[in-house]
């Protein structure tokens, strides 16, 4: 059985940082891309990086460039994104997210056929 599982959500102040993870598993990790996505109250599925399967390929969202960072260590088969800098706007909570083969494209990491972990909640607030 697929698998994902984040970790590493909690409570940040703002302009502070934080390291979310994602562990994967019942399928070969290496061999796929995998994204980040995101859903703040009240609101929809957002997009938020992805990084190919490689993983020196990363691709951001306009509202988390420059200050979120999205990696992989495929001997671990686990999945990060480095939050800095975060404002309220980041409040949320974040899925790993393995977009469904068909579809390519970052949207397909927010579409209901792609895998998704239970999330993990990020709160920013002093």
């Known amino acids: 059985e697929m698998q994902l599982v984040e970790s590493g959500g909690g409570l940040v102040q703002p302009g502070g940082s934080l390291r979310l993870s994602c562990v994967a598993s019942?399928?070969?990790?290496?061999?796929?891309?995998l994204g980040w996505v995101r859903q703040a109250p009240g609101k929809g599925l957002e997009y938020v990086s992805h990084?190919?399967?490689?993983?020196?390929?990363?691709y951001y969202a306009d509202s988390v460039k420059g200050r979120f960072t999205v990696s992989r260590d495929n001997i671990k088969n686990t999945l990060y994104l480095e939050l800095n800098n975060v404002n309220t706007e980041d409040t949320a909570m974040y899925y790993c997210?393995?977009?469904?083969?068909?579809?390519?494209?970052?949207?397909?990491?927010?579409?209901?056929?792609?895998?998704r972990g239970r999330g993990t909640q990020v709160t920013v607030s002093n």
């Open positions: 997210s393995k977009r469904s083969p068909d579809c390519s494209g970052r949207p397909c990491y927010t579409y209901p056929r792609a895998l």
């Open positions: 019942g399928f070969s990790f290496s061999k796929h891309a």
């Open positions: 990084i190919n399967d490689r993983g020196d390929v990363p």
